[in-house]
C-alpha cells in the first residue's frame, strides 16, 4: 500500500473513538476546535513524506518494493541509526521543534519488541516474535498512526503493582477468552493517543512473580470498545498567534488512556504474564525511545539558540562578552546534546539483526540535556530581557493610538522596529516562560525517564569491573569483585 | 492621620487617573474585572495593618504620636534592617508570596534620595534633601501607596540615552517653567503603579554631562495630566482556582509608563540635570531594593519548599534517599538566600543617619538567589512528576462521570485521595510550570538588575586592594596597587 | 595564671609523650626538624594573645580577674559568636591561613560537652556537669592547648562499632576500676595532637545499645601511659621558600592517636556507657566546630581571590572581562561563606546559658563553602596560567646564567618582574596545585563531616512542617503529618 | 626503515643536546636520575610498537612496504580518526594515563602544516608544503621522536608580539642568510622536548602585519647549536612506589625552550614572515591536538573511575546510593567526554585529503573535559575518606610495630586488609591530592588552550545564522544578517 496522504489519515481518526475533553465526549477530533488543532499538526508528518519525492530521508521501499515510511525501516547498523535520527531531526525541526510522535514512539516499541519477544521465546518457548512481527507489518504496510501507553496510574509510588489499594492503579489481566486477553486499568500521559490509529501498551516497570497479571503487552485500534482516551486541555489556552506564536498552533496532546475490560485479540497480544520479561521491555523499549527523545531534542536547542542570538542582534548586544558567553553555553549544549546522540549511534551493538543505540551513550545524551535545560532557559530569559513578561499583548498592539506608542518606545537597535523585535520576545516567552515553557521543563526532565534513572542507567557492571581492574594495576593490589548492585 | 484602611485605599484609586487596558481605557481600576484582582490583592498591605493592633511589625509610632506604617520608618540600625525584613516576608507570605509593592519600593526610593541629595546637597549647594524630607512626610502622614519608575524604555542598548535616535526612549527634561518642570518620555515595567497614589521616577543609569537632561528624579501623583499607564495583559489568564489556585486571585501587574509633557511642581523635583548625581541615586536606589527584593523572595522559597515536601509526603516518598537530596537542596536554597539576606543587615553601615544594607552581601544575597533560582525550579519539578503538566483540569474534575474515573487513578500513598493530590500539583504547576511560573522564572533574574550587574557589583576596590596585599604578604612580595575598573 | 607565653607552652611539649614519625620515636616535638616547624606555627597562637595588650579580642578577663584566652570566653550571645568568629578569622590571617587548632577546637568541644552533660544530668541523674567545669576551668587557667580525636578508625563502615571484626576500630572502654576508666582503640587524623596539652576524646557517631561500651567521652594528658600519637608525615616534604611559601614553613600535623589500655581518672570521664547521649554529644560538638570551620576557612578564601587578583594584576589583565567575572565568582565565594557565618551566629539559639550557632546556617554555610572549593580552585588556576606546574624552581632561579633567561622569558607587565610574578605563581602553586593543595581540598570536604552530613543536617522537621502549612494552605487542602526521617 | 627499538631511540637521545636541569647541564637524558624516569616512560611507545607484532593499531605500512608507527598514517576518514584515537587510549592507557606525547603531537602540527601550507601555497605561490612532506617523511621513515613547542614566553599579555619591552618574548626571526633562517626567542612549557629527536615549532597566535617577523614555523634537531631546554624539576620529587605509585615512576616533562640564535636550514622552515598564516595555523594545530587531547584523557577518567569504585569498594560502600550517585557522575563524564570524540571524528570533514575533526565538536569535548574535571576530582576525593591526606607513608609502614598498628586500624570490609586499602588510597592521593594531582588539574585547564578558548571557539558564523533564520521563521520575522565578530 503507497504512503497515506494527510487527508487519508485524518479521516481514519474518525472512527468513533471514545475521546473526552473537558468534559465532553468529542465527536471528531480532527475538527474540534482545540483538538483539531493537535490533529493538523501531526497530519504534518504525513505532508512531509510526500513532499519530496524520491527522497529517501522521508520514505523507503519495503520488502514488497511499495514506499513505505522510514520510520517503519528496522536499523540494521550505526548508519541506519544516524538516519533515522536524521529523519526525527527533519520532521521536528519542520513541524517547529514540536514532534508528531505518531511513528517515532510507536516503531520504538516495535523494534523494542521484536528484540525482547525473540530472547523470551527462545528461552520460554512462546509464540511472540511472529506475533509481534505480523503486526509491524500491519503497520507498516497501511502507513498507521502509533501511540505508545506505558506509564501506569501508579497510586502509591512505594508499593509494587499487586499491593495497590485501587487495581486499576496498574494496567492488568483481567482474565483470558477463546477470543482474546481481557484488560483493564489506567495508563498516565500518553502522548497524541488520540490521533493514534494504534494504542500499543507495554509495561512501566520490572514486575515481581506476585505481579504476573501486570506484565503484560498489546496493541489495540483506538475505536476498541472500553477504551476511553480524557484529554488533557492543557496547553491548549493560546489563541493569539502574535502573543504565542508556537503555542497557538503547535502542541503535543497527552490523555489519560482507560482500559475498561477491553478485549484484546490474541495475535495482538504481546506479553502475558511472563513476568521477568517487564522489566527487559520496559527498558529496551524506553532505551530506544531515549535515542529518538535525543533526536527530537536538538531542533527546540537550534530554536533556542536562534531566538537568542536573534534577541542579541536586534539589541545591537551581538559583540558583547557576556552576550557571546551566553550565546557559546546554548550553542555547547545544542553540540554536545547532538554529539552524545551520533556518538549513541556509532556505539550502537547488533541484537537479533537490529541495530541498538548504545545505553550508556544513550543515557548519557539524554541526561546531558535534561540536566542542562533549565540554565538553557535561564540564558534564554537572562538575554531576552524583562520585557518577556511585561511586553505588551496582541489587544494593545492592534490599538492604533497604543500600538503608536509602542512604536516609539520598544524598537531594537537601529534598524529593528518595535514589531519584530516584540514577536521575536514573544516567541522567547512563548518558549520559556509560559504554560509551553512549563511543559517543556517538565518534559525535558520526566519524558522518558526521570533523571535519576538516567543517571544511574549509565552505571554497568562490566565497565566498573574494567576500570577497577586498571586501577588495581596502578595501585599494585588485586582486584575485588564486588558488583554495583542494580536497584 | 492614622493608618487608612483598605477600603480608604481602594477609594483612593478611583480618581480619574489614565489606565489602558487591552486597548481600551479602564474607568476604575479597583472594579475591572483582571485589574480588580490585583487592586484587592495589593489592598491586603492596608488590611494586613490593622489585623493585629498594637503588633509593631506592620505599624509603629510617627514622630508626631499617630501610627504610621512601619515601612515608612527609616532604618538606623541593623535592627532596624532586619525588622523591616521581617516585615516584608510577613506580609508577602500573608500575600501567599505575591509582594504588595505600594510601600516598600517607594521607601527604598525615598531612603536612597535622602541620602543622595544630602550628599548633593553638600557638595554642589543644591536643596534637594529638604524637599524629599517634606515628600517623604507627605506620603507616610497620608499613608499612600507609591510606584517607583525606574527602567527606561532604552531603544538601543548599545548606546546613551542623549544618542538614542527615539528621544522619548529615556525619560528626561523638557523644560523648565516658573511652575515647575516639564518631562516625557516612557518607562518600562513598572510594577503595580496603576494601583499606586504617587509615581516616584529615578534615572535608570549612570548619566555622562551630554545626557544632563535625562538626570531626572521626580514624583508625580497618579493622575497626573499626561500620565498613561498602559497596563500588561500577561497573568491575568487564569480563572479557576482548582487549575490555577495562586495566579487566578493574585499577581503584580507591570505597566508601561508614559509621561507625555507631564508637569512636576517644584517642591517633587529632587534631581534636574546633575548628571554626576544620576548613577549613585540609580545604584543606591537599587541597592535598598535589592535588599527589599532578598526579603521578599523568601516566602516564595518556603511555598517551593512546602509544595515540594507535600508532594513527596503524597507520594508516599518523604525518606528515599533521591527525595531528601532534593528537599535538602532546596532547604539549603532558602536557608542560604535569608541568611546572606540578614548578614547584609547585620553588615549595614549609617551614612547620614540611614542603615544601608551591606553592598556586598546584599548583592550576594540576591545574585545566589537568582543564580539558583531555575535549579530550585527544576528539583520541585522533579519531585512532583509528569502530572503536573498532563493532569485533569477543573471542568474534567467537575464532570462527576469524569472525575470517578480520576479519582480511582490518581490518588497517592494510603490515605490521600486524588484531590487533595491534585490541588497540590496544580500549585506546583501554577509556581513552576506555567504563565505565572515563567514569570517568577524571568522576576528572579532581572528584577532588582541583571545577573551580571549583581555579580560585578561584589567587585570592589579597597576589598581586593586588602587581599592583594595579604596575598603580597605571602608571597614575600611588594604588592601593585592597581585597580578593578568600574565600567 | 597569667597567660603562657609561646616559650613556656613550647616547654610543656617536653613531657615524655609518646609520639612516632616515619617510624622512630621523637624525643622533643619541638626541636624535630619537620614537626619542630608545626611546633613553632601553633605557637603564634599563644605570641599574638601577648602581641596587642589590652586587646580584648585575643584576651579578656576571666571571673578571677585574671586575664583568659578569648577562647575560653562562653559564648552567651550572637555578639560574642561573631567575637570569637572575629578570633579565629584575625588569627588565622596571621598564620597565613593556617588555624592553629589548639583552641579552637578544644572549646568547641568543651561548650559541645558543657550542653549535653547538662541535659544528660538532668534526665539520668549523672554528674557530667561537675567534672566538665572542673576541667574547663582547668584548662582555661592553665591557658592550655587542647586537641580532640573524634573519627574513629571505622574499619568496614557498613558496620558499627559492636560489630567490627577489630574490637579496636573504635575508642571503648575496657573496664572500669578504683581509680579511673580504662580505655583502648584508635582515633584517625587528630589535628596537632601531637602538639596539645590534653586530648579530647569524644564519640564519633550515635550508638545503639549494643554499642554502649563505645559511648565514651573523657579528656588525658598529652603524655598519658599507653598514649601514642602517629604523626603523618604528609605535608613535610617541601623545604624551600621560593618554591613552596606556605608549605614550607606552615602546616596542620594529622595523627593517628591509639589508645592502649590507658586509664583515665574518673573526674576526667564526662560519658561511660550512656549510649543515647553519644550521638547528640557527636552532633553538638559537630555543629559548634563547623562554625569555627567556617570561621577560620575565610582567610583561605581572601588569600586564594588575593593571589588571583595579584596575577592578574602582574599579566596586565584586571580590566578584561572574562577575568573580572573569575574575581567577582572569587568575591562571592568569599563573602556568601563569610555571611552565612555570620546568620549562623545572628540566628543562635540559648541552650543552659550558652550560645549555640543556627544549626541550618551553620551547615549551610559549611556546605556553600565545600562545594564550591574545587570550583574556586578552578577559577584560581585558570587565572595564573600554565606556569604554575611548569616555572622554574629555586635550584634553577639561584644560578645566575639560568636566572638570566628568566629574567628575560618570563617577566610580566610593565614594572613587575620575573621574581615576584614567579613569586605570586609559586603562592598560587603552592595554593592550589600541589600536595598542600590537595590537602586543602581534601579538607574542605572530609573536616567537620561529609557534604552528605552537612547537606541533610539542614531538613529539620519542625521548617519542613512549618513551610508545608504554607504550601497546604495555599492549594487549598488540609496537610498532612509526615515526617522527614533522620537516618 | 622498520621501527625503532626502545634502546634505539634511548641511544638517539644521546646526541649532545644542551638540556639544564636544576641549574647544571645534564650529560646523558637516559641516565639522569630524573630525568632518566620520563626517558624510560617515554620509551614505551617504542616498546609498545613491538609487542604486538601485525596488530595494525600500532604500526601499518608505509607507502614503501615498510612498518611505520600509526601515529604518522595521515587521517583520511572519520575512520582513521576514530582508529588514531584508539592508537593514542591504547597507549596512554598502558602508560598508566599518562600519555608519552612524542609522536601524538607532532604528527598533530605535521597535519596542521600540511593543510595551512597547501593553502597558502596555492593563494602567495610560495612552496611550503613539498617541504612539509619531505620533512614528514624524514620523521616517518626514521621513525623519529618529535616534540612542538607553541606557547611563547609572551611576556605583556596585553600586548602583541611587536609591542613587547623583551623581544625575546616571543620567538621570531632575526635574520635570514643563504643557508636559512636565525630565529630566537624562548617558548614556554614546551612538553618532552628533552626526549625528542625534532622540536617542531609552530606560532602561538594570529599576527599583524607589524608581527611579521614573529610569523614563523619551523623544525630543528633537539641538538642543535644555540638551542637549550631547561627541564622543569616539578614532579620529580616522588620517589616512593607506595606513596606515589603513579608520580613515582611516571610523568610529562615540561621545558623552557630557548632558541639563541639557531639556525634553521631552509628546507625545514615551514613558515617566514607571512603573517596571515600564523593565526590559522596556530588553530588548525590546536585543533587537531584537542582531538588528541580529548584521546588521551579517556584512560586518566578511566583510572579515576575505577579508583573510586576500588575504594568504595574496600568499604563496603558500593550499594550505597549516595556512593552510586558519585561513580554515575564519574562514568557520565568518561563517557560524555569519550562520545564526544567520538562525535568529532564522524562529523570530520575533508580537507586536501586529510580528515579534519570537527571544529565545534573537537571543542566542545575538551571543554566539557576540563571544565569537569574540578568535580570529578571532589567526587573522587568525597569517595575516598580524609585519610587520603593523613595515612601513613612508607616509612610507617616498614616500620615492624608500627605497621601491626595501622594493619589493625586501618582495614577496610571484610577480606580487605591495610595494605590494599592504603595502597588505593595512596593512588587515589597521588591523583587528585598531591603535586600530580595539582598538576593534572592545571593540564585540564591550560592544556591545548585555556577555557576561554575552547568555548568561545565553538560560536561560528553559518551555524549562528543557520539557526536564526529558523527562530525568524517561527516567530514571524525577516531574519537580520549581523554576525559574530571573533576576537
Known amino acids: 500500500m503507497p504512503l497515506r496522504s ?27 476546535p482545540h483538538l483539531g488543532r493537535g490533529a493538523h499538526h501531526v497530519a504534518l508528518d504525513f505532508r512531509l513524506a510526500h513532499a519530496r519525492p524520491g527522497d529517501d530521508l522521508l520514505a523507503v521501499l519495503a520488502p514488497d518494493g511499495e514506499p513505505m515510511s522510514r520510520y517503519f525501516a528496522i536499523p540494521h547498523s550505526s548508519t541506519d541509526l544516524l538516519r533515522r535520527r536524521d529523519l526525527i531531526e527533519h520532521v521536528t525541526r519542520e513541524a517547529r521543534s514540536f514532534v508528531p510522535l505518531i511513528k517515532e514512539i510507536g516503531t520504538d ?54 499491593e495497590q489499594a485501587e487495581p486499576d492503579a496498574y494496567v492488568h489481566r483481567v482474565r483470558e477468552t477463546r477470543d482474546g486477553l481481557i484488560v483493564r486499568g489506567v495508563k498516565a500521559h500518553t502522548t497524541n493517543a488520540v490521533f493514534a490509529n494504534e494504542i500499543l501498551v507495554v509495561p512501566t516497570r520490572a514486575m515481581s512473580e506476585a505481579d504476573a497479571d501486570y506484565a503484560v503487552a498489546f496493541a489495540v485500534p483506538a475505536d476498541s470498545p472500553g477504551l476511553t482516551m480524557v484529554a488533557s486541555a492543557r496547553g491548549f489556552g493560546a489563541t493569539s498567534v502574535f502573543d504565542n506564536p508556537l503555542s497557538s498552533r503547535y502542541g503535543l496532546t497527552e490523555s489519560l488512556t482507560i482500559f475498561d475490560d477491553v478485549l484484546v485479540p490474541w495475535e495482538r497480544v504481546f506479553l502475558c504474564g511472563e513476568w521477568r520479561a517487564a522489566g527487559p521491555l520496559a527498558r529496551t523499549f524506553v532505551e530506544f525511545h531515549r535515542f529518538t527523545a535525543v533526536s ?64 550508556a551513550l544513550t543515557n548519557a545524551a539524554k541526561y546531558y540535556f535534561a540536566q542542562g535545560y533549565h540554565d538553557a532557559v535561564r540564558d534564554v530569559q537572562d538575554l531576552a530581557g524583562g520585557l518577556v513578561v511585561t511586553g505588551p499583548m496582541e489587544e494593545d498592539w492592534d490599538t492604533p493610538g497604543v500600538r503608536r506608542l509602542f512604536e516609539r518606545a520598544l524598537a531594537g537597535r537601529q534598524g529593528i522596529g518595535a514589531e519584530p523585535r516584540l514577536r521575536v520576545i514573544n516567541l522567547i516567552r512563548d518558549l520559556v516562560a509560559s504554560d509551553l515553557g512549563g511543559y517543556l521543563e517538565v518534559l525535558a526532565i520526566h519524558a522518558e525517564g526521570s533523571l535519576e534513572t538516567q543517571k544511574l542507567t549509565v552505571l554497568q557492571d562490566a565497565e566498573i569491573e574494567r576500570v577497577k581492574r586498571l586501577a588495581a594495576a596502578a595501585a599494585g593490589v588485586e582486584v575485588a569483585s564486588s558488583k554495583i548492585e542494580r536497584v
Do not use: N, W
Open 296 to 359: 527530537y531534542k536538538t531542533p527546540l536547542l537550534e530554536l533556542l539558540l536562534g531566538a537568542a542570538a536573534l534577541i542579541a542582534d536586534y539589541h545591537g548586544l551581538l559583540a558583547a562578552a557576556h552576550i557571546r558567553e551566553k550565546l557559546a553555553r546554548l550553542t555547547l549544549y545544542l553540540q554536545t546534546t547532538r554529539g552524545l546522540g551520533t556518538a549513541a549511534a556509532v556505539g550502537a551493538r547488533q541484537v537479533d539483526g537490529i541495530a541498538v543505540p548504545d545505553v
Open 6 to 32: 494527510a487527508e487519508e489519515f485524518l479521516a481514519s481518526l474518525r472512527d468513533g473513538r471514545r475521546v473526552v475533553y473537558r468534559g465532553e465526549r468529542v465527536e471528531d477530533v480532527t475538527t474540534h
Open 109 to 162: 516499541a516495535l523494534f523494542a519488541m521484536m528484540i525482547v519477544a525473540g530472547r523470551l521465546d527462545r528461552e520460554a518457548g512462546t509464540g511472540y516474535a511472529k506475533r509481534i512481527r505480523a503486526f509491524y507489518e500491519h503497520c507498516r504496510d497501511r502507513d498507521l498512526a502509533m501511540a505508545v501507553a506505558q506509564t501506569d496510574a501508579k497510586g502509591d509510588r512505594a508499593r509494587r503493582p499487586s
